[in-house]
């Protein structure tokens, strides 16, 4: 599930919000069915983060995460909803776990604005170090 390069803080226009609100609906009626349904939660995760629920958001990444604990765009979107709701330690945490299962889009890192609060967070540096030092053993 790749993350959308888009801002979760966007205003939504009306339309926007009862089209999301429906998705999100019929996403969790699936999921009230399969509750390990992993697309249907990558979808609802997204939908919930683009609606401006982080905390929902956040719950489902974590239960992604628990489904799928060696995926590292899972950890990277987790970190994305830590982030969010402006717990920086535990987004350093997924990033890094991200980081260290494969992530690899250091620009994004450095762009995406679900991460915003971690950037601008002391704990930040050391990520920044782990992202030059893959860098440098990329090359």
């Not at 999301?20 to 249907?40: H, K, S, T």
């Not at 060696?70 to 945490?93: F, P, Q, R, T």
């Amino acid at each position: 599930m790749p993350k959308k390069a888009f801002s979760s803080r966007k205003k939504l226009t009306r339309r926007e919000q009862r089209d999301l609100d429906v998705e999100i609906g019929f996403l969790e009626g699936i999921l009230r069915r399969d509750p390990d349904y992993v697309e249907a939660l990558q979808i609802l995760g997204d939908a919930y983060t683009r609606r401006g629920e982080y905390s929902h958001g956040l719950k489902v990444d974590e239960q992604l995460a628990r489904l799928q604990p060696k995926d590292a765009l899972v950890h990277y979107n987790l970190a994305c909803s830590y982030s969010l709701i402006d717990d920086c330690e535990a987004a350093s945490a997924a990033l890094e776990l991200a980081l260290q299962l494969g992530y690899r889009d250091f620009r994004w890192i450095t762009t995406d604005p679900d991460l915003r609060n971690l950037r601008n967070h002391a704990l930040y540096k050391k990520i920044r170090a782990k992202v030059r030092e893959l860098k440098l053993q990329a090359r």
